[in-house]
Nanobody
Framework: VQLQASGGGLVQAGASLRLSCAGSGYIFSGDVMAWFRQAPGKDRAFVAAISPGGGSTSYADSVKGRFTISRDNAKNTVYLEMSSLKPEDTAVYYC?????????????????WGQGTQVTVSS
């Protein structure tokens, strides 16, 4: 089982960026997919999650209205569209997978994690 995150980079405040996370080695379409982020010196924090079929999504208050999570089960890929980026969005972004659409904010419930992709937003 492998999750491969990509798409990070260095952008200016106000810019947009799209992260991708490709899954392989397991049944991607049956899992809840989520994005977390970890800034230097801080705990890993929930960003967004999407149900297996894509019909339900959840967002952290700090990103509501700016970030959009989506998935393409045919491609085993989940996306995080980020717009109006702020310097405080700077972090390593991780994708993660779990079986059930509950306790989305709890990192301990996620079975699989990607390796992380760095997003840096300059002011």
């Amino acid at each position: 089982v492998q999750l491969q995150a990509s798409g990070g980079g260095l952008v200016q405040a106000g810019a947009s960026l799209r992260l991708s996370c490709a899954g392989s080695g397991y049944i991607f379409s049956g899992d809840v997919m989520a994005w977390f982020r970890q800034a230097p010196g801080k705990d890993r924090a929930f960003v967004a999650a999407i149900s297996p079929g894509g019909g339900s999504t959840s967002y952290a208050d700090s990103v509501k209205g700016r970030f959009t999570i989506s998935r393409d089960n045919a491609k085993n890929t989940v996306y995080l569209e980020m717009s109006s980026l702020k310097p405080e969005d700077t972090a390593v972004y991780y994708c993660a997978a779990k079986r059930f659409y509950v306790n989305l904010y709890d990192t301990h419930g996620y079975e699989y994690w990607g390796q992380g992709t760095q997003v840096t937003v300059s002011s």
